[in-house]
């Protein structure tokens, strides 16, 4: 089955500086790798995913990249806030449904004002 | 319109007792995921429910644990003598499409610790 591994599991940056995550996945078949934003005590929420047959996608101050050949993807934040704070998640899926998403261990990301 | 709503958020129990959690999915979603996270992992699927049907049980522990989501009310998760190790926090998630939807919301979790 899919594993999922994630980098750093803590990050801390000075407010204005770029962080970026790095995740790795073993599943070729897998095509829909999603990034999520979990705050303290609350749900874990979708901030942005890309398919396979795309490289890099943009949202504003964040972008993931993604390497189909080394098996790797990359969330980019620049510009950050303190409200950037908080445990961000990869997931990967061979795009068959929802619950075969496989997450990583999650980063704690730190925005220092 | 609210969003997948869960309670209790907070949860204990002491050993041997039983766990019961419930989930309302968001409005018009009829596909409920159950997630469990331990503490400083990432979340793993437990079970995927349609109304009235279990579509997905593969990330179940094989006992004391069950899942159900009746033609009305929420979904319940339900954790039967409870053990240590089962403390986690449990998420779910509801979704508008069925087989094949890679989206869905999730709700702000029920924390259970067992003493």
């Known amino acids: 089955g899919e594993n999922v591994e994630q980098h750093p599991s803590t990050l801390s940056v000075q407010e204005g500086d770029s962080a970026v995550i790095k995740c790795t996945y073993s599943?070729?078949?897998?095509?829909?790798f999603p990034w999520y934003k979990q705050e303290l005590g609350k749900g874990p929420q979708l901030i942005i995913d890309?398919?396979?047959?795309?490289g890099e996608k943009k949202d504003q101050r964040i972008a993931v990249t993604l390497n189909k050949t080394a098996k790797h993807f990359s969330l980019h934040i620049t510009e950050t806030q303190p409200e950037d704070s908080a445990v961000y998640f990869c997931?990967?899926?061979?795009?068959?449904?929802?619950?075969?998403?496989?997450f990583g261990t999650g980063t704690r990301l730190l925005v220092s004002p | 319109n609210a969003g997948v709503m869960q309670n209790p958020r907070h949860l204990v129990r002491r050993r041997g007792q039983e766990a019961r959690l419930r989930c309302s999915p968001m409005?018009?979603?009829?596909?409920v995921y159950w997630y469990r996270q331990l503490p400083e992992e990432g979340l793993k699927f437990m079970v995927y429910?349609?109304?009235?049907?279990?579509?997905?049980e593969s990330g179940m522990p094989k006992e004391r644990f069950s899942a159900e989501f009746p033609k009305e009310g929420p979904s319940i998760l339900r954790i039967q003598q409870v053990v240590r190790g089962d403390s986690a926090a449990y998420f779910c998630?509801?979704?508008?499409?069925?087989?094949?939807?890679?989206?869905?919301?999730f709700g702000q979790g029920t924390r259970l610790t067992v003493v």
């Open positions: 599943d070729s078949a897998s095509n829909y």
């Open positions: 409005k018009g979603h009829s596909h």
């Open positions: 890309i398919r396979s047959n795309v």
């Open positions: 998630a509801s979704s508008p499409l069925g087989q094949g939807g890679t989206e869905a919301f």
């Open positions: 997931a990967a899926s061979p795009d068959t449904g929802f619950q075969k998403l496989v």
């Open positions: 429910l349609q109304k009235e049907n279990i579509i997905d």
